[in-house]
Each structure stands twice: as C-alpha cells, then as structure tokens.
C-alpha cells in the first residue's frame, strides 16, 4: 500500500446520524433501551437454559448458543452508535473500521449456519422422531454449533482482505451508521467491480444457500404436521417451529435485499432502516419469540427464579 493510501485512511466519519439534530436525545434513549433489552434478554435466556436440566435438549441448546451470539453481534456496532450519537466528532480509525465489519460480518455468518442448523433439528424432531435421539446427540450439537462459529469466522477474510487493499482518496465520510462493506467501497477511488462481485458471490452462497435449506426443512416440517389426524397435535408440533421461522423470516429478509446485490447501494435512507431491522432489531425481539412462544423456557424461568428464592431464603434463616 502506497504512502497516498497510508495518509488518507487515518480514520473515517460517520455521516449516518449527522441529520438527527434535535431528536438526538430521544434516538439515543431509544437505542440505549434496545440494547439493554437484548442484553438482559438474551443473557436470562442463555443463563436458565445452562441452569434448568429439563432444558438441557438439543433444540434449548442451540436456542442458547444464538442467545449467546445475539450479544456479541450486538456488541460490535450498537456502543459505537450511541458513542456517535452524542459525539460531535463520529469517527473511528481505519483498523477499527475493518475489524467492526469483519466482526459484524462472521457473527451474521455464524448466525445463518446457526439457524440453519436448528431448522435441521426441528426436522429430524418432527419428520423422524423415531430416529430423533439417536442423531441429534450431545455430541452431535456441539460438533455442529462449533462448526457454525467456525465458518462463520472464516466466510469474511477475503472480502477484508480485498478491502483493506483498497486505495481511499480524501473523501472519508462513511453514509451509514456502522461500518460495512457496501459504504467502505463507495468511498474507493479505483474500479471496485471486483469487490462487488466476490462481495455477491460470499453473500449470495452463505445467504441463499442457508436460507433455501432452512425454506426446504420447513417445507417438510409443514408437510409431516399437516399428516397429523388431530388438531391439537398438529398445533403442538408447529409451535416448537413457529419461534424459529419468526426469527428466519425478519432477519433473512432484511440480509437478503441488502447484501444479496451487485448494485453498492440503492438508497441510503433505505439501508439504514434495513441495518436497524437487522443489527438492532432482530436481536432485541429474539428474547420476545422465544419466551413469550415458549411454554416449556417460561417454565424454566419461573424454575430458575423461584429455585434461586428457595435458596436464598434457607440462606437468611
């Protein structure tokens, strides 16, 4: 990389919240609320489905394991936002603008396999139940969870790679709220076709190929339940599926339109609503699914709750 390049990435600015002018205040209260809820609900999630025994199953598993990223995923970009929000000065360095996004990235990587892999569970659970516990072992769900990380992690490097190779000129005015690939490569001075494209090709396969399997095991999924003679049956086994495709449905919809595309951008007023919906939005509303869907993990709430009051009062007396 060129001296050029070297004097003009010191850092960049974020432009995606410089027009909120008097309802600074109220966005920052706003966001500030979101992600103490996402926070707070995700980590009671994630710490009663580790202390409740009866949902120490492969599908509370994986339900704690996406808990568990929500607050990571969550984490890269949401503090940074309400840092700029009230700051005058809403820049960051051209290192920590490439880790934010290859963070923000392998944790959304992480969490299409994630999903994918419970729509797998919730189709050996209903379409094979005989076969159920002898496949979807312990083993089995860590091997698989792990593996979901691990891809996850490794999808982003080229598109960093490419990016950071990039030559930046002196316009260095970011128009979102968070770094990512698409406005990082509006500001190249150079040809960036090659980015766009290699940029569709990691998203279109991670994106659509994980959606599609998720889509084709919900097919069949709706397909076993409908063979189901009684209502109250049918209405039981779509319900441990009903949380899920909620979660699938907001957050595939949101990622596909905006990173499944050759153009590098439509309309910023757009992107930014759909990077609210999926970096702040879906994570917050996960907890609301899966516990107000949930009968078994409200029972494991008010488990863990009342198990804790028991002890803390054989304590005190």
């Known amino acids: ?126 379409c094979r139940p005989l076969q159920y516990p002898a496949i979807m072992t312990t083993t089995l769900c860590a091997k698989m969870a792990a593996a979901c990380w691990i891809c996850g992690f490794l999808c982003p490097i080229s598109e960093v790679i490419l990016v950071s190779q990039l030559p930046f000129c002196a316009y260095n005015e970011i128009q979102h709220i968070f770094c990512d690939f698409p406005p990082l490569l509006s500001l190249a001075c150079k040809d960036t076709s090659t980015n766009v494209l290699v940029d569709f090709a990691t998203n279109a396969f991670i994106i659509l190929i994980t959606f599609l399997f998720i889509m084709f095991s919900y097919a069949r999924i709706i397909g076993a339940v409908l063979k189901i003679k009684t209502a109250s049956g049918r209405k039981k086994a779509f319900s441990t599926c009903a949380s899920h495709l909620a979660v699938v449905l907001i957050f595939f919809g949101s990622i596909i339109f905006m990173y499944v595309r050759l153009k590098k951008s439509y309309s910023l007023t757009l992107d930014r609503t759909l990077a609210v919906v999926y970096s702040v939005l879906t994570p917050m509303v996960n907890p609301i699914i899966y516990s107000l869907r949930n009968k078994e993990l409200i029972k494991g709430i008010r488990r863990t709750i009342f198990q804790k009051r028991d002890k803390a009062s054989v304590a005190h007396h």
């Open 1 to 126: 990389m060129d001296q050029h390049n070297h004097s003009s990435l010191a850092e960049f600015v974020f432009l995606g919240f410089a027009s909120v002018g008097y309802v600074r205040g109220w966005l920052f209260v706003l966001l500030l609320l979101a992600y103490l809820f996402t926070i707070c609900g995700n980590m009671l999630i994630f710490s009663v489905i580790r202390l409740d025994a009866a949902l120490h199953t492969p599908m509370y598993h994986f339900v704690s394991v996406l808990s568990f990223l929500e607050l990571w995923y969550t984490a890269t970009t949401i503090p940074k936002m309400l840092a700029n929000i009230l700051s005058e000065k809403k820049t960051i360095s051209f290192a920590g603008c490439l880790l934010q996004t290859y963070f923000f990235h392998s944790l959304g990587a992480s969490e299409c396999y994630l999903l994918t892999a419970m729509a797998y569970d919730r189709y050996l659970a209903i």
